[in-house]
């Protein structure tokens, strides 16, 4: 379990992934990170005491779950301050990472930590979600965007038998699982690395059920 900084940053030296490079990048975005929260509120100013552990490793923990050579495209929906998508970039920068916000100064301020972190495969799908024209990615994540049924509603046309989905979901994540309805998955929940009474819901979609679609119009 990481519990401070210091294991935050311990931790995030053993991923392959972090290089010089990468590891710049990250001090970088948790720089840019602190300078626009003085302007608007992209995560709790308590939070930023904390900020390798709360926002940079409970990112970069989804990590260890993709082959690299499956990390692209990935879709994170519901981006915010950019957690995990911009973490995910900064790590994997040759990975397409397409972040979906719908929120015009969270927008801004995606695209704009983009460009200054020199990621030109990181891109802000600036939109509602339902508004997205849907394509098919190897990666779905989501931190804390919706619940579990509602999410899968939303995005599953985005998604394969293949796509690997990454939800971080706090404590209701093994609820959710067990509550789903409707949908053929294989869905699983691991421990956060973050957070002890924390969950990630991990897994693939297969479809709806029968049961699922004859409840649609």
């Given at each position: 379990?990481?519990?401070s900084?210091?294991?935050a940053?311990a931790w995030?030296?053993?991923?392959?992934?972090v290089?010089?490079?990468?590891?710049?990048?990250?001090?970088?975005?948790?720089?840019?990170?602190?300078e626009?929260?003085?302007?608007?509120?992209?995560?709790?100013?308590a939070?930023?005491?904390?900020?390798?552990?709360?926002?940079?490793?409970?990112?970069a923990?989804?990590?260890?779950?993709?082959?690299?050579?499956?990390?692209?495209?990935?879709?994170?929906?519901?981006t915010?301050a950019?957690f995990?998508?911009?973490?995910?970039?900064?790590?994997?920068?040759?990975?397409?990472v397409?972040?979906v916000?719908?929120?015009?100064?969270?927008i801004?301020?995606?695209a704009?930590a983009?460009?200054?972190?020199d990621?030109?495969?990181?891109q802000?799908?600036g939109?509602?979600?339902?508004?997205?024209?849907?394509?098919?990615?190897?990666?779905?994540?989501?931190?804390?965007f919706?619940?579990?049924d509602?999410?899968?509603d939303i995005?599953?046309?985005?998604?394969t038998?293949?796509?690997?989905?990454?939800?971080?979901?706090?404590?209701s994540?093994?609820?959710e699982?067990?509550?789903?309805s409707?949908?053929?998955?294989?869905?699983?929940v691991?421990h956060?690395?973050?957070?002890?009474?924390?969950?990630?819901v991990?897994?693939?979609?297969?479809g709806?059920t029968?049961?699922k679609?004859a409840?649609?119009?």
């Amino acid at each position: 379990m990481i519990a401070s900084e210091a294991e935050a940053r311990a931790w995030l030296q053993t991923l392959p992934e972090v290089d010089a490079a990468a590891l710049e990048r990250l001090e970088r975005l948790v720089g840019l990170l602190i300078e626009e929260n003085a302007h608007q509120n992209l995560v709790s100013a308590a939070s930023l005491d904390h900020v390798w552990q709360r926002h940079i490793a409970d990112s970069a923990q989804l990590l260890p779950h993709v082959p690299r050579e499956k990390s692209s495209p990935w879709l994170d929906l519901g981006t915010g301050a950019g957690f995990p998508g911009l973490v995910i970039a900064a790590l994997r920068p040759e990975a397409e990472v397409l972040m979906v916000e719908s929120r015009a100064r969270r927008i801004e301020w995606l695209a704009r930590a983009a460009e200054l972190l020199d990621l030109p495969r990181a891109q802000v799908l600036g939109s509602r979600l339902e508004l997205v024209e849907a394509r098919a990615v190897q990666v779905i994540s989501a931190r804390a965007f919706a619940p579990l049924d509602r999410l899968l509603d939303i995005s599953a046309r985005f998604s394969t038998a293949d796509t690997l989905w990454l939800l971080p979901k706090g404590r209701s994540a093994r609820d959710e699982v067990n509550q789903l309805s409707g949908w053929a998955h294989q869905f699983h929940v691991e421990h956060s690395l973050t957070d002890p009474a924390a969950g990630i819901v991990i897994g693939t979609l297969k479809g709806r059920t029968a049961n699922k679609r004859a409840r649609k119009p």
